[in-house]
């Protein structure tokens, strides 16, 4: 079993930042990617942006310039720098890792969620 702990979140004023951190801990062998998503009221949950192992990065465009992922893959950990928010970056922010686990299993794992909230 893995579990990711997230910390970072919080309220901040409109052009602020925000970095958030997510560790993940437990039978891991590997981890494939890991990433963060968001969940606003009334909408469904999207994807914010992701890292492969190698480092490669992918964004949603709407945070594409403002947001940057980065990977420390000694600690197992995902951190989100987050710049320039803006009110509708508001939501539920939820950590997530692809990982091998000892059984060579492929599997998926969620942090429980952290709370940013942007005011205009």
């Known amino acids: 079993q893995v579990q990711l702990v997230e910390s970072g979140g919080g309220l901040v004023q409109a052009g602020g930042s925000l970095r958030l951190s997510c560790a993940a801990s437990?039978?891991?062998?590997?981890?494939?990617?890991m990433g963060w998503y968001r969940q606003a009221p009334g909408k469904q949950r999207e994807l914010v942006a992701d890292?492969?192992?190698?480092?490669?990065?992918n964004y949603a465009d709407s945070v594409k310039g403002r947001f940057t992922i980065s990977r420390d893959n000694a600690k197992n950990t995902v951190y989100l720098q987050m710049n320039s928010l803006k009110p509708e970056d508001t939501a539920v922010y939820y950590c997530?890792?692809?990982?091998?686990?000892?059984?060579?299993?492929?599997?998926?794992?969620w942090g429980q969620g952290t709370q940013v909230t942007v005011s205009s």
């Open positions: 890292i492969t192992n190698e480092g490669s990065t």
């Open positions: 997530n890792a692809n990982y091998y686990s000892y059984l060579r299993r492929l599997l998926n794992s």
């Open positions: 437990g039978s891991i062998f590997s981890i494939n990617a």
